[in-house]
T-cell receptor, first 113, second 111 residues
Framework: DAGVTQSPTHLIKTRGQQVTLRCSPKSGHDTVSWYQQALGQGPQFIFQ???????QRGNFPDRFSGHQFPNYSSELNVNALLLGDSALYLC????????????FGPGTRLTVT | GQSLEQPSEVTAVEGAIVQINCTYQTSGFYGLSWYQQHDGGAPTFLSY????GLEETGRFSSFLSRSDSYGYLLLQELQMKDSASYFCASRPRNQGGKLIFGQGTELSVKP
């Protein structure tokens, strides 16, 4: 049973560019959440998708957007990249009935230069 | 809003018991979770307390006291592989499945 997978594992972008990160949830999970984790900090909630809709959003600007597909996989898009967007981006999946137990993927390490 | 506070670092020796505390300020939440994260790895779920009291899962136990706005993770029979960062996380009421994480506690287990 594959767990949560994310791609790519590492990415280097230039300020002002756009990036798309991808996530496939654990089998049987229908809910996907995205988090940003800066070095030495706890993960910060970006948003959550359920039934292809954004269910909840954290304090992130509109430059951060997402999508969930019918197969429950998800994308995170970040436009107009800033140096401060450099972080580990984590995807977590869960079932709508047990949101407290979220399964995290290995993350995408984004570096903005 | 919600905020959770944890000690930044804890050091202990192999075989010992260590407690990692988490104090929080919240307007209401469903429960408190604990996650472990090794360097460069994915956070992994350890434990969840929806109700006050102790939850035991093998060498790990977690405790919650809503009246004291306090919880802790207890690790017994420490092993070198337990060296990692540990995060408490709350799930606020009426905010879907959003988790709010503390800043994390880096545990170093010495031989």
């Amino acid at each position: 049973d594959a767990g949560v997978t994310q791609s790519p594992t590492h990415l280097i972008k230039t300020r002002g560019q756009q990036v798309t990160l991808r996530c496939s949830p654990k089998s049987g999970h229908d809910t996907v959440s995205w988090y940003q984790q800066a070095l030495g900090q706890g993960p910060q909630f970006i948003f959550q998708y359920y039934e292809e809709e954004e269910r909840q959003r954290g304090n992130f600007p509109d430059r951060f957007s997402g999508h969930q597909f019918p197969n429950y996989s998800s994308e995170l898009n970040v436009n107009a990249l800033l140096l401060g967007d450099s972080a580990l981006y984590l995807c977590a999946s869960s079932s709508a009935t047990s949101d407290y137990e979220q399964y995290f993927g290995p993350g995408t390490r984004l570096t903005v230069t | 809003g919600q905020s959770l506070e944890q000690p930044s670092e804890v050091t202990a020796v192999e075989g010992a018991i260590v407690q990692i505390n988490c104090t929080y300020q919240t307007s209401g939440f469903y429960g408190l979770s604990w996650y472990q994260q090794h360097d460069g790895g994915a956070p992994t779920f350890l434990s969840y307390n929806a109700l006050d009291g102790l939850e035991e899962t093998g060498r790990f136990s977690s405790f919650l006291s809503r009246s004291d706005s306090y919880g802790y993770l207890l690790l017994q029979e420490l092993q070198m592989k337990d060296s990692a960062s540990y995060f408490c996380a709350s799930r606020p009421r009426n905010q879907g499945g959003k988790l709010i994480f503390g800043q994390g506690t880096e545990l170093s287990v010495k031989p």
